[in-house]
């Protein structure tokens, strides 16, 4: 690789393009391929244990029989608990940060927290949940508490993507709404924001596949009861915290499988349906 | 409408120098002059637009009947309403025609359905854009082409029945054809409005305008009836610049 590199610098143009293409492609080729390896990898295991009654049953036996219908709901619960309370919090911020504050060092010091914020590890805030939200709030290993962490984890990315979005929409929006009597609220909401909504969405799609993914957090916060969860303030274990302890305990590695191909399944099907109504949304304001 | 001794200036550059200029009622004034002049500035503070950017520093008064634009009484939102803009840049939002169009009354609060009916049909009608677009009203004003965007925006602009419109080369981007569908639709804008036209283009100010305004370095140089200035300017920079010397 090294030395197709030194020919690229150094050779005729023509030779130039072509490594040039085959380096890049080859590139693309292995990203891609480790990639689809193990999502077929996982598949080809899981797939054969997965069954309706897999899928609908209770977990027994601490899973080494049974289904997985009560890890299911219970990431469900989590993950649009903590979409309900990340969205609407680093949608604002992303607002207040854009729109309502001039570019100073306030703002450059409050966007440097948030990319900080982005790069702390998962358990960290499970640690921080653990002793918030379950110790100090008393909220117990529940879902409640578990949502509430991934929450937070959630909000660096959706601040972040949010302000992105929002950067990107032409000025000439605002000032076209503010000739038309518009007020800065008023410009927000209908000329900024439906523009910019795409692109949060994005944001907020990425962090849900984080969060149905997450593991360490969940555990700290939200417990591994493996009864089907009665309310938000009792405990569940989200599909990756039982694939974790299946593996982990070696209690049945086909089930494990199982739960991951359908952790993999679900974020996919998020994905595309995310997309899917994306994709509506703005064929009907655009061409 | 009204200026007087205006001067506006962005940091340490001052784009305006001083300049008194009364805007008749129902006539279309253009203002023309080389880039650099002063002619948008001077535009974007009759409707306060020029607020939103950094720098921005004016003295002088702007009235508009009588009434100090600037004075915190006024209320900006307001006054964007009474005073319209088209920019250079057919800007549409991304919905469809008729949300275009009725985009501001919606800011104002509740009217009812048939209300915004009949206005989306009145703008369109006085913008010379209906008739291509009746059958289509809900389809994304995206698709519209340059031209017909333009006369969108006009068609926004007069949905809030204003009494001054203000113009900043609005045909700037548009090729000659939609030039002519633009300025013909100016023209007939007076018999309801004020128009303020600022352009690029001295032939255009010839078409349009009923008094010609010449600004240069910030300055206004001389106001005069089209005729006036395109046949005997009182000013040699005035001569110079029309029959193309510079600028």
Same mark, same amino acid.
């Given at each position: 690789?090294?030395?197709?590199?030194?020919?690229?610098?150094?050779?005729?143009?023509?030779?130039?393009? @072509?490594?040039? $293409?085959?380096? #890049?492609?080859?590139?693309?080729? +292995?990203?891609? /391929?480790?990639?689809? *390896?193990?999502? %077929?990898?996982?598949?080809?295991?899981?797939?054969?244990?997965?069954?309706?009654?897999?899928?609908?049953?209770?977990?027994?036996?601490?899973?080494?029989?049974?289904?997985?219908?009560?890890?299911?709901?219970?990431?469900?619960?989590?993950?649009?608990?903590?979409?309900?309370?990340?969205?609407?919090?680093?949608?604002?911020?992303?607002?207040?940060?854009?729109?309502?504050?001039?570019?100073?060092?306030?703002?450059?010091?409050? @966007?440097?927290? $948030?990319?900080? #914020?982005?790069?702390?590890?998962? +358990?960290?805030? /499970?640690?921080?949940? *653990?002793?918030? %939200?379950?110790?100090?709030?008393?909220?117990?290993?529940?879902?409640?508490?578990?949502?509430?962490?991934?929450?937070?984890?959630?909000?660096?990315?959706?601040?972040?993507?949010?302000?992105?979005?929002?950067?990107?929409?032409?000025?000439?929006?605002?000032?076209?709404?503010?000739?038309?009597?518009?007020?800065?609220?008023?410009?927000?909401?209908?000329?900024?924001?439906?523009?910019?909504?795409?692109?949060?969405?994005?944001?907020?799609?990425?962090?849900?596949?984080?969060?149905?993914?997450?593991?360490?957090?969940?555990?700290?916060?939200?417990?591994?009861?493996?009864?089907?969860?009665?309310?938000?303030?009792?405990?569940?274990?989200?599909?990756?915290?039982?694939?974790?302890?299946?593996?982990?305990?070696?209690?049945?590695?086909?089930?494990?499988?199982?739960?991951?191909?359908?952790?993999?399944?679900?974020?996919?099907?998020?994905?595309?349906?995310?997309?899917?109504?994306?994709?509506?949304?703005?064929?009907?304001?655009?061409? | 409408?009204?200026?007087?001794?205006?001067?506006?200036?962005?940091?340490?550059?001052?784009?305006?120098?001083?300049?008194?200029?009364?805007?008749?009622?129902?006539?279309?004034?253009?203002?023309?002059?080389?880039?650099?002049?002063?002619?948008?500035?001077?535009?974007?503070?009759?409707?306060?637009?020029?607020?939103?950017?950094?720098?921005?520093?004016?003295?002088?008064?702007?009235?508009?009947?009588?009434?100090?634009?600037?004075?915190?009484?006024?209320?900006?939102?307001?006054?964007?309403?009474?005073?319209?803009?088209?920019?250079?840049?057919?800007?549409?939002?991304?919905?469809?025609?008729?949300?275009?169009?009725?985009?501001?009354?919606?800011?104002?609060?509740?009217?009812?359905?048939?209300?915004?009916?009949?206005?989306?049909?009145?703008?369109?009608?006085?913008?010379?854009?209906?008739?291509?677009?009746?059958?289509?009203?809900?389809?994304?004003?995206?698709?519209?082409?340059?031209?017909?965007?333009?006369?969108?925006?006009?068609?926004?602009?007069?949905?809030?029945?204003?009494?001054?419109?203000?113009?900043?080369?609005?045909?700037?981007?548009?090729?000659?054809?939609?030039?002519?569908?633009?300025?013909?639709?100016?023209?007939?804008?007076?018999?309801?409005?004020?128009?303020?036209?600022?352009?690029?283009?001295?032939?255009?100010?010839?078409?349009?305008?009923?008094?010609?305004?010449?600004?240069?370095?910030?300055?206004?140089?001389?106001?005069?009836?089209?005729?006036?200035?395109?046949?005997?300017?009182?000013?040699?920079?005035?001569?110079?610049?029309?029959?193309?010397?510079?600028?």
């Amino acid at each position: 690789m090294l030395l197709l590199g030194v020919i690229v610098m150094k050779g005729s143009r023509e030779w130039q393009e @072509r490594i040039a $293409v085959l380096l #890049l492609g080859s590139t693309c080729c +292995i990203a891609l /391929g480790v990639m689809f *390896f193990i999502l %077929f990898f996982i598949l080809f295991k899981g797939i054969p244990s997965l069954s309706f009654a897999f899928l609908t049953g209770a977990i027994e036996d601490m899973g080494r029989s049974g289904g997985i219908f009560p890890s299911i709901a219970g990431t469900a619960f989590i993950t649009v608990l903590a979409i309900l309370f990340a969205t609407p919090l680093g949608v604002g911020s992303a607002i207040y940060l854009t729109e309502y504050t001039r570019t100073g060092p306030m703002a450059r010091a409050i @966007r440097f927290g $948030v990319e900080c #914020l982005a790069g702390v590890p998962s +358990i960290l805030f /499970g640690l921080f949940g *653990f002793v918030f %939200f379950v110790l100090f709030l008393k909220l117990k290993w529940s879902i409640l508490s578990g949502s509430l962490t991934l929450a937070l984890m959630m909000l660096p990315t959706i601040i972040r993507t949010s302000e992105e979005a929002i950067r990107t929409v032409p000025v000439s929006y605002r000032d076209v709404s503010a000739s038309l009597g518009a007020g800065k609220w008023q410009t927000v909401v209908r000329a900024v924001l439906p523009s910019a909504l795409p692109g949060i969405m994005t944001g907020v799609i990425l962090s849900v596949g984080r969060c149905v993914g997450e593991t360490a957090a969940v555990i700290f916060t939200a417990g591994s009861s493996i009864l089907f969860p009665k309310s938000i303030f009792t405990s569940t274990r989200t599909l990756s915290v039982h694939f974790y302890l299946l593996a982990r305990e070696g209690l049945s590695i086909e089930n494990a499988y199982g739960t991951a191909a359908v952790l993999i399944i679900a974020i996919l099907l998020i994905n595309l349906a995310a997309y899917g109504l994306l994709y509506r949304f703005v064929s009907r304001r655009r061409l | 409408m009204e200026t007087r001794q205006l001067q506006v200036r962005f940091g340490s550059v001052d784009m305006v120098k001083g300049i008194s200029l009364s805007i008749v009622t129902h006539e279309v004034l253009a203002i023309i002059g080389p880039s650099n002049s002063g002619k948008t500035s001077f535009l974007r503070s009759l409707n306060r637009m020029n607020e939103k950017i950094p720098g921005f520093a004016m003295t002088g008064k702007v009235f508009l009947d009588g009434e100090d634009i600037y004075s915190p009484r006024v209320e900006v939102e307001q006054l964007r309403r009474r005073v319209g803009m088209v920019f250079a840049m057919p800007v549409v939002l991304p919905m469809s025609i008729y949300e275009n169009v009725v985009y501001g009354l919606r800011l104002k609060g509740r009217i009812s359905k048939q209300d915004l009916v009949d206005t989306v049909e009145r703008v369109l009608s006085d913008a010379y854009l209906w008739e291509e677009v009746k059958d289509r009203l809900h389809h994304p004003a995206l698709t519209l082409s340059g031209g017909q965007q333009q006369r969108l925006c006009i068609a926004r602009t007069l949905a809030l029945s204003p009494e001054v419109i203000l113009f900043d080369e609005p045909c700037a981007s548009l090729d000659p054809v939609a030039t002519a569908k633009v300025e013909e639709a100016i023209i007939r804008l007076k018999e309801k409005y004020t128009v303020v036209l600022v352009t690029n283009n001295t032939r255009q100010a010839a078409r349009v305008g009923d008094r010609i305004s010449f600004f240069l370095m910030g300055k206004l140089i001389e106001t005069g009836s089209s005729t006036t200035i395109f046949t005997a300017p009182s000013h040699p920079q005035t001569e110079a610049y029309i029959t193309g010397k510079f600028g």
